[in-house]
């Protein structure tokens, strides 16, 4: 199976658990899942109202780049990188994008 249709259904069942856990929370904002296979950018987004504080923010964008993923934003408290690596993604195919290049390599990932 071509890497990249692999990890486009392992991107959409991760980000999909995200929004469903984010949207179940007792927040009045809603969380949506905002795929683009074509130029390979995925988000969730959260959206909507918190008491009077308007909220419009992405926690997590992951980009298809060639054969790894790239992981451009996180602000889990888990960490997105645990559940891309428990549905079978290698940490060789996973980049932390939003790591400074000079550091990437004591990360345990995927350098570019």
């Not at 949207?23 to 009045?28: H, I, N, Q, R």
Request: negative net charge.
């Amino acid at each position: 199976m071509d890497t990249q249709l692999k990890y486009r259904g392992v991107i959409r069942n991760v980000l999909q658990s995200h929004a469903d856990y984010r949207a179940s929370l007792p927040d009045a904002y809603t969380s949506q899942v905002l795929f683009d296979d074509e130029r390979g950018q995925y988000l969730v987004l959260d959206i909507g109202w918190n008491g009077d504080q308007y909220l419009h923010s992405v926690p997590i964008h992951l980009s298809l780049i060639g054969d790894k993923i790239w992981v451009q934003c996180d602000d889990t408290e888990e960490g997105i990188v645990n559940d891309l690596t428990d549905a079978g993604v290698t940490k060789n195919d996973i980049v932390l994008g939003f790591r400074h290049p000079k550091v990437r390599q004591y990360t345990g990932f995927a350098v570019a």
